[in-house]
C-alpha cells in the first residue's frame, strides 16, 4: 500500500489498533511518522522534525518585522516563539498593542487604534454626506 495523499504526503500502510485507525505516511523530506486518521483529515499536516529546525531566532525575526512593516511598528518585547505574543507600538498613534509573533510576519497586521479612529471618521463622513443628501 503505497498512494499519494494531498499531493505532499505518501502513505505506507494503514494500522488499526481497536477503534482507532492511525496511518504511517512519509513526508516529502523524508521522515516518516504514524498520525491518527482524524489529524490527517485536517489537512494541517506537517513534519514535526523538519517543523522545529526552522524556528527563527531573535535576531531573525526583529530583522523579518522590521523589513516587513519599514517604522510603521516598533517591536517592544522580546520575540519567544511563533505562537507567543510580542509587544508593539504604532508610530502613527504611539499606541501599543500585542499581537502574535507568527501572525505579525505572515499576516498583515494594523494598529487597532489607528483602525479605530479611521472608521470613526468614515462613518462621520457617511453621515455628513447623507444629511447633505448625497444618497447611498
Given at each position: 500500500l503505497?498512494?499519494?495523499?494531498?499531493?505532499?504526503?505518501?502513505?505506507?500502510?494503514?494500522?488499526?489498533?481497536?477503534?482507532?485507525?492511525?496511518?504511517?505516511?512519509?513526508?516529502?523530506?523524508?521522515?516518516?511518522?504514524?498520525?491518527?486518521?482524524?489529524?490527517?483529515?485536517?489537512?494541517?499536516?506537517?513534519?514535526?522534525?523538519?517543523?522545529?529546525?526552522?524556528?527563527?531566532?531573535?535576531?531573525?525575526?526583529?530583522?523579518?518585522?522590521n523589513s516587513k512593516y519599514k517604522g510603521k511598528f516598533e517591536l517592544l518585547s522580546e520575540y519567544k516563539g511563533s505562537s507567543r505574543k510580542v509587544l508593539v507600538k504604532c508610530k502613527n498613534c504611539n499606541a501599543e498593542f500585542i499581537i502574535r509573533g507568527h501572525n505579525a510576519l505572515y499576516l498583515e497586521i494594523h494598529c487597532p487604534y489607528c483602525y479605530k479612529l479611521a472608521k470613526k471618521y468614515k462613518d462621520y463622513k457617511r453621515v455628513k454626506e447623507f444629511k447633505e443628501g448625497v444618497i447611498y
Amino acid at each position: 500500500l503505497s498512494y499519494k495523499y494531498n499531493n505532499k504526503l505518501q502513505v505506507l500502510e494503514i494500522l488499526r489498533e481497536g477503534k482507532a485507525i492511525s496511518v504511517k505516511v512519509k513526508f516529502p523530506c523524508g521522515h516518516e511518522r504514524i498520525l491518527g486518521y482524524k489529524y490527517l483529515k485536517t489537512g494541517k499536516v506537517v513534519c514535526s522534525v523538519c517543523y522545529n529546525k526552522n524556528k527563527l531566532s531573535k535576531e531573525e525575526f526583529e530583522e523579518r518585522f522590521n523589513s516587513k512593516y519599514k517604522g510603521k511598528f516598533e517591536l517592544l518585547s522580546e520575540y519567544k516563539g511563533s505562537s507567543r505574543k510580542v509587544l508593539v507600538k504604532c508610530k502613527n498613534c504611539n499606541a501599543e498593542f500585542i499581537i502574535r509573533g507568527h501572525n505579525a510576519l505572515y499576516l498583515e497586521i494594523h494598529c487597532p487604534y489607528c483602525y479605530k479612529l479611521a472608521k470613526k471618521y468614515k462613518d462621520y463622513k457617511r453621515v455628513k454626506e447623507f444629511k447633505e443628501g448625497v444618497i447611498y
